[in-house]
């Protein structure tokens, strides 16, 4: 083993990632820490112990307490929320909700994610409403162009604007605060798709101010993989329509609430969104958000740095260089502990038939390397995700496995 190999991130302990494993898509599929691990071992086990008085007795509190500690975090009440399983399982609650009829139209930005557009593509063809893609100025600009640049493709017609708070295949943050300020100015309901962002960048729901949040937890919050939430406005939460149909009620008998028809989805195991408390206090306590943006975000630099001596290229999506969490600087870049970067010319695309891309299974049969190469306006980009257990030798051995495939491929 070379000595890069044992340079090891200190916080890669806290995780069981498999050895020899380059795990750089955090932004995809986040591993659970040990401790969330336990903790929702724990709570399966005191489930399984009396499955009545956990459901019938405790189950309501338990997912009260959690949901308020989630809304501390992510800046609302815990009354505002409800657990999901990830952040699709939450837009869809929303498409099951949010009323659209013949001749609206729905705004997108083109950063959005894929399996989101094809389910309200889905949605507004069933009811005769619209999709209208905005593409953003590329390098994105300021935030105010931004927000100029979206709201020209705005009208009275615009009944909903869904908008990624961090994007997936560019990896970029978007000035959601902003953007639901003039939407509100319009009367266009916001619907923001977050799974990027809890940890990654600070959050504050009730000051962003959308109408809808949705959020999978799995991914920079570390919190078990099946665990996310939906958030919805006060005046909204009254038309909330489930589609899946269950007892309307917890099995308690409680008053009635509007989480009812969510957290009761028939017998199932709520352990994901009960251990969600536990990934909080391990950012926050065991780590620290500070320290966990410098880390992961300093990682992220240092990766730009390294991929442009090795490729000539740079960062392109963003006017702004400077990755930074600092209050004083918010807003003022775009990118945090993922970064989007453009692949020289010279790397072939995909397989056609499979969409596999050879540098994938290179990545992974040479080096065990895991990272995402998402195509984006008939682009090639390479997505670099940085946690806590990344270390800068994990980036040297991308580096390293990048040049020698390079090598091999006609200019
Ligand atoms: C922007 C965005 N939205 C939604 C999703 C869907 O997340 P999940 O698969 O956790 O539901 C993803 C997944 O990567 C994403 O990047």
């Not at 705005?154 to 953007?179: D, F, G, Q, W, Y």
């Not at 352990?271 to 536990?278: D, E, G, H, I, M």
């Not at 946690?387 to 090598?407: G, K, Q, V």
Request: hydrophobic share 40%; charged share 20%; proline share 7%.
């Amino acid at each position: 083993m070379s000595s890069v190999d044992q340079d090891v991130s200190k916080y890669r302990k806290y995780w069981n990632l498999a050895e020899g494993v380059t795990y750089l898509n955090h932004g995809s599929f986040g591993p659970t820490p040990l401790v969330v691990q336990e903790e929702l071992a724990r709570w399966t086990s005191l489930l399984a112990s009396n499955p009545m008085n956990f459901y019938v007795r405790n189950l309501p509190d338990y997912l009260d307490e959690a949901c308020q500690v989630l809304g501390d975090f992510v800046g609302t009440s815990g009354d505002n929320l409800v657990f999901a399983d990830n952040a699709t399982f939450a837009m869809n609650m929303v498409a099951a909700s949010h009323y659209l009829k013949e001749g609206d139209e729905a705004l997108f930005t083109d950063h959005e994610y894929g399996s989101v557009l094809r389910l309200w593509r889905q949605k507004c063809k069933e009811v005769g409403a619209s999709i209208v893609v905005r593409k953003l100025p590329n390098p994105l600009g300021s935030d105010e162009e931004i927000v100029e640049t979206l709201f020209q493709a705005a009208s009275k017609k615009t009944r909903l604007l869904v908008v990624s708070h961090v994007s997936s295949a560019t990896a970029v943050i978007l000035p959601v605060e902003k953007i639901c300020q003039r939407a509100r100015e319009m009367k266009i309901p916001v619907c923001i798709d977050g799974p990027h962002a809890p940890v990654q960048v600070p959050l504050d729901i009730d000051k962003i101010g959308c109408t809808y949040y949705c959020a999978s937890l799995h991914k920079w919050m570390s919190a078990p993989l099946g665990s996310g939430f939906l958030y919805v406005t006060p005046n909204q939460q009254q038309h909330m329509k489930p589609s899946i149909i269950s007892w309307g009620r917890n099995m308690r008998e409680d008053a009635p609430t509007w989480k009812d028809e969510y957290h009761w989805l028939g017998t199932r195991n709520p352990a994901p969104a009960l251990a969600v408390p536990s990934a909080i206090k391990f950012i926050t306590e065991t780590i620290g958000l500070d320290t966990f943006r410098d880390y992961t975000q300093g990682l992220v630099a240092s990766a730009r740095q390294s991929y442009r001596l090795l490729t000539g290229l740079d960062y392109d999506l963003g006017l702004d260089p400077i990755p930074t969490h600092k209050p004083e600087l918010a807003g003022q870049h775009r990118y945090g502990s993922m970064i989007t970067l453009p692949m020289p010319d010279f790397v072939p695309n995909p397989d056609a038939q499979t969409g596999l891309h050879p540098l994938r299974v290179f990545l992974w049969d040479r080096y065990q390397i895991e990272c995402l190469l998402p195509r984006w306006q008939d682009k090639l980009y390479l997505r670099i995700s940085c946690h806590l257990y990344t270390s800068p030798a994990d980036l040297d051995r991308l580096m390293t496995a990048l040049a020698e495939y390079f090598e091999t491929l006609p200019r």
